[in-house]
């Protein structure tokens, strides 16, 4: 019996989690899971990153997917969820550009290649806790690919960052997706500032060791680079 329980608990506790294994353009979804969009590590256990300075933070993959979506610059994107997203935290958007000689089915994501597209801030909800865009959604938070993104092949990257139990270190959960794309009808913008992942984060940002039961909701620091929106 106790076994059993613990079982059920266990099961209980990884439908919590989730994975965003299709990215929808401007409505229109991946025609199945993982096509465009990197298989990650979590697949099945549904278990988000910890470590903020790991080398899973970057895509949490190991493996490329076979397809490169197009997007349209000025679309508006978002990823499917496999569980609703109930934990509160940031959901942030990067691009990274593949470089030239190199191709999205390849790319792996490495060097100071990424830029900040997008990203949440809290709000307080009747309880006084804060709570974030898209929490207990089916989808993740929607953002827009800057219309002034240069044309080209580019990694997207999403990050959802559960903070629940964030005022212990490497206790933040990322849940993270990465998509292989190509960016069309851009325009001449300089994205910026470029980091590197892992490196743009610290196991004690402010945004990634912290406690969300005691900070108002403009407090909140989102972890990684400054927005560029076009
Ligand atoms: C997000 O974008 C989709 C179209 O891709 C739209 O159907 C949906 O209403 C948008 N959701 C929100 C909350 O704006
Ligand atoms: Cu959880």
């Given at each position: 019996?106790?076994?059993?329980?613990?079982?059920?608990?266990?099961?209980?506790?990884?439908?919590?989690?989730?994975?965003?294994?299709?990215?929808?353009?401007?409505?229109?979804?991946?025609?199945?899971?993982?096509?465009?969009?990197?298989?990650?590590?979590?697949?099945?256990?549904?278990?988000?990153?910890?470590?903020?300075?790991?080398?899973?933070i970057?895509?949490?993959?190991?493996?490329?997917?076979?397809?490169v979506?197009?997007?349209?610059?000025?679309?508006?994107?978002?990823?499917?969820s496999?569980?609703?997203?109930?934990?509160?935290?940031?959901?942030?958007y990067?691009?990274?550009?593949?470089?030239?000689?190199?191709?999205?089915?390849?790319?792996?994501?490495?060097?100071?290649?990424?830029f900040?597209?997008?990203?949440?801030?809290?709000?307080?909800?009747?309880?006084?806790?804060?709570?974030?865009?898209?929490?207990?959604?089916?989808?993740?938070?929607?953002?827009?690919?800057?219309?002034?993104?240069?044309?080209?092949?580019?990694?997207?990257?999403?990050?959802?960052?559960?903070?629940?139990?964030?005022?212990?270190?490497?206790?933040?959960?990322?849940?993270?997706?990465?998509?292989?794309?190509e960016?069309?009808?851009?325009?001449?913008?300089?994205?910026?500032?470029?980091?590197?992942?892992?490196?743009?984060y610290?196991?004690?940002?402010?945004?990634?060791?912290?406690?969300?039961?005691?900070m108002?909701?403009?407090?909140?620091?989102?972890?990684?680079?400054?927005?560029?929106?076009?």
């Open positions: 019996m106790q076994l059993l329980t613990g079982l059920l608990l266990a099961a209980t506790a990884v439908q919590a989690h989730y994975t965003f294994p299709r990215l929808v353009v401007n409505g229109k979804s991946e025609e199945k899971d993982w096509s465009a969009t990197r298989m990650t590590k979590n697949a099945q256990s549904k278990q988000g990153v910890e470590s903020a300075t790991s080398g899973d970057r895509c949490y993959t190991s493996q490329t997917a076979a397809n979506a197009t997007v349209p610059a000025g679309s508006t994107i978002h990823y499917i496999t569980q609703q997203i109930n934990h509160p935290g940031p959901t942030q990067y691009l990274a550009k593949v470089p030239a000689g190199s191709s999205a089915k390849t790319f792996d994501g490495s060097g100071a290649v990424w900040k597209i997008a990203t949440t801030m809290p709000t307080v909800d009747n309880n006084k806790q804060l709570v974030w865009p898209g929490q207990n959604a089916y989808t993740t938070t929607n953002t827009t690919i800057p219309a002034s993104t240069p044309n080209g092949e580019y990694l997207l990257r999403v990050e959802q960052i559960a903070l629940h139990m964030a005022s212990q270190p490497n206790k933040a959960q990322f849940y993270i997706a990465c998509s292989q794309i960016i069309t009808g851009g325009g001449n913008g300089t994205p910026g500032p470029l980091v590197a992942l892992p490196g743009a610290k196991t004690n940002d402010p945004g990634i060791l912290v406690n969300l039961y005691s108002q909701p403009n407090e909140y620091k989102p972890p990684g680079p400054a927005v560029w929106s076009g």
